[in-house]
């Protein structure tokens, strides 16, 4: 890891454990240790570059989602941390945090942009950058472990979701994590379609959606309950920063 990565990465870490202390320990399962890559095994020179360019270059098409990846990176570790999850599981919440959404590079701008309600032929397409996403960032072995962020964090705890129906826990767990506050950002944002939620309004949503069976209930229960301190402390400048 180089010096910025390794300076990034352990401001995420220290400022979202202590945005933790406290918090109620979730009756959630740990992760096994192959759904993600050992810390060591990363070589994060590598993975900068391309995490960063393509963070920007999605970001930089659209003022809307400005930040959006660097949030998810911060939140993702966050809520990560109150869940007792081990540090290559933190590692690959940083890392799919900015690269979630790479595949939006390759959808048009009339679709992206679309302030309107999409047609079932752009829906075909939208829903596709996950799978685009995973195709962009397979070829580098290092990111083998955030593969599954990358495609699945659109999935539904029902089934329902995209791009390939996993329902309940065959969904990855980093993914339903993903989710929860990728969600939560959406809804907390304007977009082209939508003005920003006020907090409570997203959370009402987030657990609507969750009750309809969408979203893994013990995941988005956690984030409730954690939220509001835990964004505290992630919105908080970090000392020499």
Known sequence: MNRHGEKQFAHAVRKTTMASDGALGPDLPEIPAADAPLVSTLPFS???GVLYSFARMVEQRDHHTAGHSER???SG???GVAMRLDSASLVSLYVGGYLHDVGKVSIPDSILFKPD???ADEWVIMRDHPVRG???????????GVLPLIRNHHERWD???YPDGLCGTEIPLLARVLQVVDIYDALTNPRPYKHAYSNAHALETLQEETDRGWRDKEITSLFIRVHQQMLAKIATPAVGN
């Open 46 to 48: 590598e993975i900068e």
């Open 72 to 74: 998810l990176a911060f």
């Open 77 to 79: 570790v966050a809520l």
């Open 117 to 119: 309600k999409l047609t």
């Open 134 to 144: 995973e195709e962009i960032c397979r070829p580098l072995q290092s990111l083998r």
């Open 159 to 161: 089934g329902t979701g």
